[in-house]
Structure formats: C-alpha cells, structure tokens
C-alpha cells in the first residue's frame, strides 16, 4: 500500500532548503520571462503553475559533462611509445528532481532503455539514475500544445515517478512510489495523509476527464516507414524549419551526443555534449559527405526516430511524451502533431491508391 502524506504549499521551499543539505535539488522556477528547471534557490521561488520551458533531462545527461581526465607520457623505453593515464570522474551525489511533470518523468524510462538497457549501459547515466530521485507533479491542466495523451500518457501518469504531487486546495497530497518516495515522505514537514487518498484519487479523476478525446499516435510506425522513400512529403514538412536545433535540446526525450577531447598540452579531457540532429552538421562525415544533407532527410529522421524507429525497438513506445515543447519553443511554430498527423494521411492514401 502506498504511503499518503499531505504537503502544505507554504511548506515547500523550507523542505526543499532543508533536502539542499543531502541532495542537488533541481525544480521548475522563473528565469526572466520563462519558466526553468534550476538549481532549487528560495530566493527563485518555485513556479508549480506552468509547465517549464526546458525539461528536467539535466538531471541524468547534463548538457556538459566531463567523462574523464587523462595525461600522456612519453616512454624512454622504446621511446615511440605514450603511456595514458586515465582518471574518470564518476558523478557522486544525490539528485532530486522536484515538480517534474508527468511527461518528463515517462520520458526518463524513454533514456532508460537506451543509457541502462539489456545492449548497453552507460556507468555515467546509470550513476545518475540511481542517485536520482523524481516529485512528480500531476496535472490539474493541460497547455493547448500537450498531447501526452495521444502518445501513450496522461495527466496523471506515474510512470518514472518516485512520488506523485497530486494538487488539493491549499497544498498537495504525495504518494510514494517507490523505495526511495517512501524516504523522502519520511519527513515531519509531511502531515499524515492516507484519508485524503480518496480525494486526491477523484482530483486525477477530474484531471482525465478534462482530457479531450482525440486520435492516438500510438501504432504508426509502419506509416511513418511506408513514407521513408517519399522526399516530397519530407520536403514539405520541414520547409519552414530553420535548423536551429531548439526542439531538440528542449526535448525531453532527445539523448544525441557528441564527444570532444580538450588537450592542453599532454593532459586533458573527454567532454560529453548534448548534439543535435537537426543540424545540416550531425551527421557530416569526415570525407565530406553527408547521409543527411538536407532539412528533409533531418526531419524524416527526427520524426522517424519518436515515432518509428525507436517504438520499433523498445516494445513499441514512443520516443515522443507529447509535452509540446518542441511546439511552443519553436521560432517557426512547427508542430510536430500536425506533421505526424499529416504522414497518418499521407500513408493511409497511398495504401488507398495501392488498392484500387
Ligand atoms: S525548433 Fe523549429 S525551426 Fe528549430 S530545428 Fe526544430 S523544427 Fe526546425
Ligand atoms: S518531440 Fe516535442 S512533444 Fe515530443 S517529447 Fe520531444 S519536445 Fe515533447
């Protein structure tokens, strides 16, 4: 049986101050104009309204991160030969991640697979992961460019989550999840609450039954291979896109990579970066050509990746939690629903025309 406790709002930031001693808190607060997932500070506040422009992927892949230190010698003996010393620098450290929504959460499991998986894993991602702990917060509304619920998802989902916030009057009911949720609850900033599961039960009600009803995505991903071939329609799609690579470092879901080494003289360091698929320079090989050279054949990937490719490996799930923020934060508002729903289109009438 789950652990109820209630959390008052005005309690938040105190607790949170209190975690900053044990943890690295990251939660969701104004950064000029913007809501953000920053380093938890009271005097920032916590913006629990809205959802914040950049998800919470920092906490597991940070956008920059040094895999190791190393230091060349030259041996005396034979003297064509370096010696390398290597000293990796595991993170240490507990993480929480406070306010996640539930599509950033799901979009965890979505790394999961991929940095701690059954082919491969990763010890920096999976240190993290394992030092990582995730306050969902469900929610009590939807932007106009959130589709979870058409990906797989919902509001109120508690996939990934160690605990979920669920909103009452005047503060949040919190239910642990897991081993690590039910040592965070164990607090005495937390009132006992098992008699308000109920209620805090029907408010996910309500919550889903705001959701609109509307078509699904889930199981395209033969549409999107039917259209592979068809340039045009990739064209098309991608005609207004600038190549600026916004949707993908906003993506909750997005883990591309680049690896650089900093040398400085016989020492240095291997760097780990977020990379972007979306840039005419992802895949531009050494020689000079580029399996991707256009905005087309990038599009087609990125779209093809969320919504064929990685479902096709991974029991079907989407790699897209349809948290829109690759639309809101888009210069050119591209809308990657319109898009998917325009390839559903495109491929159910070309098997039309297949049948006549
Ligand atoms: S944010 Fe918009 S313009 Fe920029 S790469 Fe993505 S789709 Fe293209
Ligand atoms: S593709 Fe867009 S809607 Fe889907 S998870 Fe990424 S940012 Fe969110």
């Not at 406070?98 to 599509?103: E, Q």
């Not at 040592?183 to 098992?194: Q, V």
């Given at each position: 049986m789950t652990t109820a406790r209630f959390l008052k709002a005005r309690d938040i930031a105190p607790w949170l101050e209190e975690l900053s001693t044990a943890y690295t808190v990251l939660a969701p607060a104004r950064h000029g104009d913007t809501v953000v997932f920053r380093d938890f500070n009271p005097a920032n506040g916590i913006d629990m309204e809205h959802l914040s422009a950049t998800p919470a992927k920092k906490a597991l892949l940070p956008p920059c991160e040094t895999l190791f230190e190393y230091k060349t010698t030259k041996t005396e003996e034979p003297p064509y030969k370096t010696?390398?010393?290597?000293?990796?620098?595991?993170?240490?450290?507990?993480?929480?991640?406070?306010?996640?929504?539930?599509?950033?959460?799901?979009?965890?499991?979505?790394?999961?697979?991929?940095?701690?998986?059954?082919?491969?894993?990763?010890?920096?991602y999976t240190a993290r992961r394992n030092n990582a702990t995730i306050v969902t917060l469900a929610c009590d509304h939807q932007e106009e460019t959130c589709f979870c619920d058409r990906v797989g998802?919902?509001?109120?989902?508690?996939?990934?989550?160690?605990?979920?916030?669920?909103?009452?009057?005047?503060?949040?009911?919190?239910?642990?999840?897991?081993?690590?949720?039910?040592?965070?609850?164990?607090?005495?900033?937390?009132?006992?609450?098992?008699?308000?599961?109920?209620?805090?039960?029907?408010a996910r009600h309500k919550m889903l039954e705001q959701v609109p009803d509307r078509s699904s995505f889930l199981d395209m991903e033969r549409n999107l291979l039917s259209l592979f071939s068809d340039l045009g329609f990739w064209d098309k799609t991608a005609q207004a896109c600038l190549s600026c690579g916004a949707c993908t470092y906003l993506c909750p879901t997005c883990y591309c990579f680049n690896i650089t080494d900093e040398s400085h003289g016989d020492s240095g360091?291997?760097?780990?970066?977020?990379?972007?698929?979306?840039?005419?320079?992802?895949?531009?090989?050494?020689?000079?050509?580029?399996?991707?050279?256009?905005?087309?054949?990038?599009?087609?990937?990125?779209?093809?990746?969320?919504?064929?490719?990685?479902?096709q490996l991974h029991d079907k799930t989407l790699a897209c939690v349809g948290c829109g923020r690759c639309i809101s934060n888009c210069p050119v508002s591209f809308d990657i629903r319109n898009a998917v729903a325009c390839a559903i289109q495109q491929a159910d009438a070309a098997r039309e025309h297949a049948h006549d």
């Open positions: 010696a390398i010393e290597l000293h990796p620098t595991l993170p240490e450290g507990k993480v929480l991640v406070f306010g996640a929504r539930p599509c950033d959460a799901r979009a965890m499991q979505i790394f999961d697979r991929v940095y701690d998986g059954n082919q491969a894993r990763d010890p920096y998802g919902s509001p109120v989902d508690a996939t990934g989550s160690d605990v979920l916030l669920t909103p009452l009057k005047a503060g949040y009911v919190a239910e642990a999840l897991t081993d690590k949720g039910e040592t965070l609850l164990n607090s005495t900033t937390f009132m006992k609450a098992d008699g308000l599961k109920q209620e805090a039960l029907n360091k291997r760097i780990r970066t977020w990379d972007n698929c979306m840039s005419s320079q992802f895949t531009l090989e050494g020689s000079g050509h580029n399996p991707r050279p256009t905005k087309a054949h990038r599009m087609r990937n990125r779209i093809g990746h969320k919504f064929s490719y990685y479902p």
